[in-house]
Every structure is written in C-alpha cells, then in structure tokens.
C-alpha cells in the first residue's frame, strides 16, 4: 500500500510542474510570438525543471503539439498488426477448441454406445441365469422326487452317495 501523503505530495508536485510548463508556454508565446517552435530546452531554463521531467506523458502533451499526433499514429499503426496476430492466435485457440469439443462429443457417444451394449448383454446373460436357475431348480426337484420314491420301496440309494463322491474326486 501507497503512503496517502506519498500520493498528495507527488499530486501537488505534478500539478505544480504542470502549472510552471503552460506559464513557460504562454511566456514563450508572448515573448517570441505565436508561431515559435517551443523545445524542451526554452521551458527547461525557464521553469527549472529537467527536461527528464518534461518528456513524462503528464507534461510533454501541453508543450510538443506533434507529440500527440505522433503517439496516435504510433500506436494504430503497431496496434493493427498487433491486433491481427492477436486475432490469428484467438482463431488458432477457437478451432483447437472445438477439435477438442468434437473429440471428447465422440468419446462421450462412443462410451454411451458401449454402456448400452452392456446394459443390453447383462440383460441377456441374467436371463441365461435364470433360466439356468430355474432348469436346475425342476431337475433337483425331480431328482427328489425320485429319492423319495425310491425311499418308499425300499431301495437303497447309499450307493448312489457314493458315486457321487467318487464324480467329484
């Protein structure tokens, strides 16, 4: 942060060389006439100022007439390059951009497409499933039955028990 004396003192110190600048101004004016051609070096022994102080942007407009001509004529002759390269460069961003929109869009289609496809192969492979379960659950049911059957006349299915160990080693 800027000391707010620091910033009065330098305001009154601007305005008072602004001040001494067009009395130097009017002074040369009347002196030498209208038409004269006013240099930093006339205002710098009349005001005292250092003709450093009288090239700042605060001062030199009040006494070089072709300063401002020349500081516009500067400017838009390096600002319409400036400005074109500056819009080249906005256009070069803007399609990277939508290369890059285009790209991520079709990614983003091409894995929606790819969730449906195995939104659409779960569906199938849970209906293989319960099938399946539903098959096996009317075998074992039968086979059950048949246990049962088999129970009540008497045969005896301990045999088949052991088949059944012997598959599974």
Do not use: C
């Amino acid at each position: 942060m800027i000391n707010s004396g620091l910033l009065n003192v330098q305001q009154s110190m601007r305005e008072d060389s602004i001040q001494k600048v067009k009395w130097a101004v009017q002074f040369i004016k009347d002196s030498e006439g209208n038409h004269v051609r006013i240099t930093a070096v006339k205002i710098s022994e009349i005001t005292g100022l250092s003709r450093a102080a009288l090239y700042k942007k605060h001062l030199r407009p009040l006494w070089d007439n072709s300063y401002t001509g020349l500081t516009e004529q500067v400017q838009s002759q390096s600002s319409i390059p400036d400005q074109q390269y500056q819009v080249n460069k906005l256009n070069e961003k803007i399609t990277e951009i939508e290369f890059s929109l285009k790209k991520s869009r079709n990614q983003n289609d091409k894995l929606i497409s790819d969730l449906e496809n195995e939104k659409n192969r779960t569906k199938v492979y849970r209906q293989d499933y319960d099938n399946l379960k539903e098959r096996h659950q009317k075998l074992l049911h039968y086979n059950l039955r048949i246990l049962r059957k088999l129970h009540i006349l008497g045969i005896d299915v301990s045999e088949f028990d052991k088949m059944e160990t012997d598959v599974d080693s």
